[in-house]
């Protein structure tokens, strides 16, 4: 499983279940490396989607806590285990992990690669933040794009290697 975020400087991720910010360019990246691919998300990450519905041309687990929670044409599972049986049958590079923070926190170190898109920006108001991949020992850089502009921010693409797994 890998996972993929939009952060800003300050690893802030969201506030009130939504993004922080509108990054067009983004959003296109986050559609082609999902394309295709299953993509597990929370409960609260489901519902800040569109209608809210699946993303489509993907396969969709919602994790959630709540037994009696079922998103509608997803797989729904109630904990890790259901989850990573939900999982087990994909290649671990077609599986990739959208959100929201708590499920960042939980399973990053379960990750192969982290897909972080750098806002060069700080949020004085956020509530939901990501670890650093910047700072922990056991992922290392692999690539860092030029600036981008989008949105208003500058922007970084970069893909982190967890070394641990």
Not at 64 to 77: L, Q
Request: net charge negative; glycine share 8%; with cysteine.
């Amino acid at each position: 499983m890998d996972l993929i975020v939009a952060a800003d400087l300050g690893c802030a991720i969201g506030r009130k279940n939504g993004l922080i910010y509108s990054l067009p360019e983004d959003m296109k990246y986050f559609r082609r490396m999902t394309a295709g691919k299953t993509v597990v998300m929370g409960q609260n990450t489901f519902l800040s989607l569109p209608g809210p519905a699946p993303l489509k041309g993907r396969t969709n687990i919602v994790l959630s806590a709540d037994r009696e929670f079922e998103a509608p044409g997803c797989i729904n599972v109630h904990s890790f285990d259901e989850m990573f049986a939900a999982i087990a049958g994909y290649p671990p590079e077609d599986v990739m992990l959208i959100g929201g923070a708590s499920l960042y926190n939980s399973l990053f170190r379960c990750c192969r690669r982290a897909y972080v898109t750098w806002v060069n920006a700080r949020a004085l108001d956020a509530e939901v933040f990501i670890p650093d991949f910047r700072a922990l020992p056991e992922w290392e850089e692999e690539s860092m794009s030029g600036p981008v502009e989008t949105g208003g921010y500058t922007v970084r693409f970069a893909v982190y290697r967890n070394r641990a797994i």
